[in-house]
């Protein structure tokens, strides 16, 4: 079945500069009506009972990090963090690769989105998205911020996403790891995609150029969600994949900003996005509520989620993954920001999930403790299915988000601590993770202790209580929380077995310090003397 469009909003900036010559079948910037139908026509995707889009990614339900590269050349040297995370390529390898997937791709249906990153005009991004599924232009959509009909004439594409998830690489002839790759040329200002239809790979492969771009104009950019009160005051919350960035922003009482990437200038912050990218398993309107709503909504797309027999999303369902996501506009969130901007942040907020029940439910950080958190980036994983590993795992991601990190951690902490002295910004680290034991033995906290100690915080009312220094971390806890329980204020006198929470703080506290051992060469005294103790 055949389906034309015309009139169609088209860049007057063709596909030439990508070697891509045979464009009649191109479909420019449709809207999502039709890229619903085209992802349907071409059995990319199916609809749930309430009209949303369902997407199976086949074998990669998440990123392939160990997949991904910048290209080595003369205009990044001596600015890439090079490590495991951030591999080099060579030039030639781009090159052969890029003329291969021209090759693939030149005479296809392909699916063109122009769009913007960066909700402030004067640091957005022009980005374009060329892939082969309707799906991944939907994504992008829903994603990133939509120019009208008009900016889409001139729209020229500052940095492009050619992505061809059925194409391949041969490792033994392109120089890869796998058949499937991630190449960012910041030189050329393409990112090539290969062998993949996880569309996380579009929206982290832009978020990554961001961070290299920005840093350089004095911007420090941030894996953080944000939101304001009705006062105008903007708090913005760091915190690795299952902390709670989105749930927490997500509140109903508050102006959502964004939900994952923002920058901060010296106008204040802003989203890079126009939409939002959650977390789905074991999702419940009683929980999560807005996001939950989202998930009814046409429009959005429901990656990887199992759907029962009448097409119903049935979020507990993990066979596939338990990376189960959503992907919806910003604006179907009730309370979201249309601007997508809001002032220099008053409240600071570093969201950890303590598997092992360690830490407080909220603490106050000095300065020197704020760098120490950000740039250790903590978290811990729930033990996986692998018989034998019972204990949870420690992960440890620089400025909380090292993988999309090109720049080394120490210009990310040093651009945030300049920001947060010169607008004497509150800094708080708060654990949404176990509390009362570790995982197997505890409990999760209560999103609504957690909300009701962030919303006392970001208030002010913490500003004058009493405070308890914890003895590992050296962390400040308040004594009294109006409307939480005392007792889980010090995570201590929630274990039943007092021996045992000691032998476990002194476990996490080695972590971190084996962990920041490969940062203390550039880490003054104060850094260092503020991280935990023996």
């Known amino acids: 079945m055949s389906i034309t469009y015309n009139n169609q909003p088209k860049s007057t900036f063709g596909l030439q500069y990508l070697g891509l010559n045979k464009t009649d079948s191109t479909l420019w910037n449709l809207n999502p009506s039709q890229l619903y139908e085209q992802a349907i026509l071409n059995k990319e995707a199916v609809l749930t009972d309430k009209m949303a889009l369902r997407v199976l990614t086949g074998k990669y339900t998440g990123r392939s990090p160990e997949d991904r590269f910048i290209v080595d050349e003369p205009s990044t040297n001596g600015k890439i963090d090079w490590n495991e995370i951030n591999q080099p390529v060579s030039p030639e390898v781009f090159i052969n690769l890029h003329s291969k997937m021209v090759n693939y791709l030149d005479g296809k249906k392909l699916y063109v989105k122009d769009l913007y990153c960066g909700a402030d005009p004067n640091y957005q991004l022009n980005v374009r998205v060329v892939s082969e599924v309707a799906y991944h232009a939907l994504f992008s959509h829903n994603m990133f911020i939509n120019p009208t009909d008009e900016e889409l004439k001139n729209h020229k594409p500052g940095f492009t996403v050619l992505a061809a998830p ?120 009683e929980n999560e509520a807005e996001i939950y709503q989202t998930t009814q909504m046409p429009g959005t797309i429901l990656e990887n989620v199992v759907l029962d027999k ?189 021996e045992a929470y000691d032998r476990k703080a002194a476990q996490l506290a080695k972590m971190f310090q084996q962990n920041f051992e490969r940062f203390s060469k550039k880490a003054s005294k104060e850094l260092l003397a503020a991280g935990p103790v023996d």
Not at 240 to 255: E, F, H, P, R, V
Not at 270 to 280: H, I, L, M, R, S
Not at 313 to 333: E, G, K, V
């Open 166 to 285: 059925n194409f391949k690489a041969d490792p033994e002839k392109d120089g890869t790891r796998t058949s499937t790759f991630i190449l960012c040329n910041l030189e050329k200002n393409i990112i090539l995609i290969g062998g993949t239809l996880y569309s996380g790979e579009v929206k982290k492969g832009i978020f990554s150029v961001m961070n290299y771009l920005l840093p350089q104009k004095n911007i420090m950019p941030m894996h953080c969600s944000a939101n304001m009160d009705q006062n105008r005051k903007t708090a913005i919350y760091f915190g690795l994949s299952g902390t709670g960035k989105t749930t927490i922003s997500a509140d109903s009482d508050k102006i959502l900003i964004g939900d994952d990437e923002h920058g901060w200038s010296e106008n204040g912050i802003f989203n890079f996005e126009g939409g939002c990218y959650a977390k789905t398993i074991h999702l419940s309107p």
């Open 310 to 498: 009448n097409r119903q999303p049935d979020f507990d369902d993990d066979s596939l993954t338990q990376n189960t996501r959503c992907a919806y506009p910003i604006s179907y969130i009730p309370n979201a920001s249309e601007k997508g901007i809001g002032g220099h942040p008053e409240n600071i907020i570093f969201l950890t999930a303590d598997a092992f029940g360690v830490l407080p439910p909220i603490s106050k950080l000095t300065p020197d403790q704020a760098m120490y958190h950000f740039i250790s980036g903590y978290t811990a994983k729930i033990a996986g299915t692998e018989r034998g590993v019972n204990e949870p795992q420690a992960t440890f991601s620089a400025c909380f988000g090292s993988p999309f990190m090109p720049l080394h951690p120490t210009v990310y902490a040093e651009l945030l601590a300049e920001k947060i002295r010169k607008h004497n910004s509150r800094v708080w680290l708060v654990n949404t993770g176990w509390t009362g034991g570790m995982h197997g033995i505890g409990k999760r906290m209560d999103l609504p202790h957690t909300r009701r100690m962030l919303s006392e915080a970001i208030d002010g009312n913490l500003d004058e209580v009493s405070y308890y220094t914890e003895p590992v971390f050296g962390l400040r806890i308040p004594e009294n929380i109006e409307g939480v329980p005392k007792k889980i204020l010090r995570p201590r006198n929630t274990w039943q077995d007092k």
